[in-house]
C-alpha cells in the first residue's frame, strides 16, 4: 500500500508525541489510536499503517533474547542485563531461553544487533577458514 507524504508525516508525529522520556508509551498508543479512530481524518487509515509500523519497530528494537548452551544462574542474568541496559538503555525487555545446539558461550540478539559468542558460531568459522 503506498503511504501519501502527508499520512508519513501525520503518523511519525503522532508516533513522537507517543514517546516519553525516550520510550513508547502505551497509554498514549491506545489514546492516539481511539482519537484516530473518533476523528478520521483524511487518510486515517495510512496513518494507521504508518503508525503501526513505527510501533512495532520501536518494539522490536526494545526486545533483546538471550540464548545460552545451560542455563544462567540469577547472578549472571542480572550481570548481563546490566551490561546491556549501559548499552542500550532503560526499558529493553530482555528474555533468557536455553539452546543447547550452542555448546557453550551466549548469543545475544538485540533488535538487529546480534552478539554470537558460542562455540557453535566459533566452531563455523573454523570449519570455514580450511
Known amino acids: ?3 501519501s507524504k502527508q499520512a508519513q508525516r501525520d503518523a511519525r508525529q ?3 508525541a507517543c ?3 525516550g520510550l513508547l508509551d502505551e497509554n498514549r498508543v491506545r489514546q492516539t489510536l481511539v482519537l484516530l479512530g473518533e476523528k478520521r481524518p483524511r487518510g486515517y487509515v495510512e496513518i494507521l499503517s504508518r503508525l503501526h509500523r513505527l510501533v512495532k519497530l520501536d518494539l522490536d528494537q526494545r526486545a ?3 540464548e545460552s548452551a545451560v542455563p544462567l544462574t540469577a ?3 542480572s550481570h548481563v542485563a546490566g551490561r546491556l541496559k549501559n548499552i542500550y538503555g532503560d526499558g529493553l525487555n ?3 531461553a536455553q539452546n543447547a545446539s550452542l555448546l557453550g ?3 545475544i540478539q538485540v533488535g538487529s544487533d546480534l552478539f554470537d559468542g558460542s562455540v557453535k558460531m566459533r566452531l ?3 570449519e570455514q577458514s580450511f
Do not use: D, P, Y
Request: net charge positive.
Open 105 to 107: 558461550g551466549l548469543r
Open 19 to 21: 514517546r516519553v522520556n
Open 1 to 3: 500500500m503506498k503511504i
Open 14 to 16: 503522532l508516533f513522537r
Open 94 to 96: 530482555l528474555s533468557f
Open 124 to 126: 563455523e568459522k573454523l
Open 75 to 77: 547472578e549472571l542474568q
Open 64 to 66: 533483546a533474547r538471550v
